[in-house]
């Protein structure tokens, strides 16, 4: 019988988290097999070692990766993930999906440090990842999976803002529709476009604050408890603290995902 697709959440923490949760990345395993992650934050190396997901030379086994923002709780494991796949030539080289928007900072503001010299040549992201430039809002594809970006408002600055990107995940053959939010504020552009994407999407996963005081840079759980109930019964919630002081099934909503949880698509 032929595997159906699934998300699998490595980690499901905040960006200053344990071992316990790890940072909020998932595993995308298609029908094929193939692995695609969303996100591949500081903790993945250990969160992939877990779920027996690195061979036996330290090899991540994944074949794909998308960057929703450059936070390093989301693309603190890509140098390594750089070093381990190209010093392996057994291993083909991982393909990066990442808005156009951000693709140039991912490597001069985040990766050149680390990756930009082996030995005597100058190296550059292509060197290390098949890289593939997407716009917000324009679907692409892979391995029978449809994903389409979104922009959203992260990070407020007068200097620069920040922005996320998260994805609505569609299964090409089942229908089934997901919607990841990436880390974004809880403001009206978020609110509108869950509010259109409701009628299609059939579970939301949702980035949580759950501090007792707001950092602004994330959508917090007394906002989340404000929206409509249709909305609710919909939402998995994730991206929250270290015992996080909150009772999600009691206000509504499915409840907090924890570290592992898999969902078919």
Not at 95 to 114: A, P, R
Not at 116 to 136: A, E, R
Not at 192 to 213: A, C, G, K, M, W
């Amino acid at each position: 019988m032929e595997r159906p697709a699934s998300v699998t959440f490595l980690g499901v923490g905040s960006a200053f988290t344990t071992a316990q949760y790890y940072q909020s990345n998932l595993l995308i395993t298609a029908k094929s097999g193939k692995r695609m992650l969303i996100d591949c934050g500081s903790d993945a190396r250990f969160s992939l070692a877990e779920w027996g997901l690195l061979n036996g030379i330290k090899t991540p086994q994944i074949d794909a990766v998308y960057a929703s923002h450059l936070h390093a709780d989301h693309i603190g494991g890509l140098e390594w993930l750089a070093f381990s796949t190209y010093f392996n030539s057994e291993i083909p080289q991982p393909k990066l999906f990442i808005v156009g928007e951000i693709l140039d900072m991912l490597w001069s503001e985040s990766l050149q440090g680390g990756l930009g010299f082996i030995s005597d040549k100058v190296m550059s992201l292509s060197d290390y990842f098949n890289v593939h430039p997407l716009q917000t809002e324009t679907p692409f594809e892979w391995e029978g999976i449809q994903f389409t970006p979104y922009k959203l408002l992260h990070v407020e600055n007068s200097r620069r803002n920040v922005y996320s990107y998260g994805l609505l995940i569609r299964s090409v053959d089942a229908g089934s529709t997901l919607f990841f939010s990436s880390d974004a504020v809880f403001n009206t552009d978020l609110l509108n476009l869950i509010t259109t994407l409701e009628p299609q999407v059939d579970l939301f996963f949702q980035d949580t604050e759950t501090l007792p005081f707001r950092t602004n840079v994330h959508a917090h759980y007394e906002d989340l408890v404000t929206l409509p109930d249709a909305i609710k019964k919909k939402m998995w919630l994730y991206h929250y603290s270290p015992d996080p002081p909150v009772r999600p099934d009691q206000d509504g909503f499915l409840g907090l995902i924890k570290k592992g949880q898999t969902f078919l698509i």
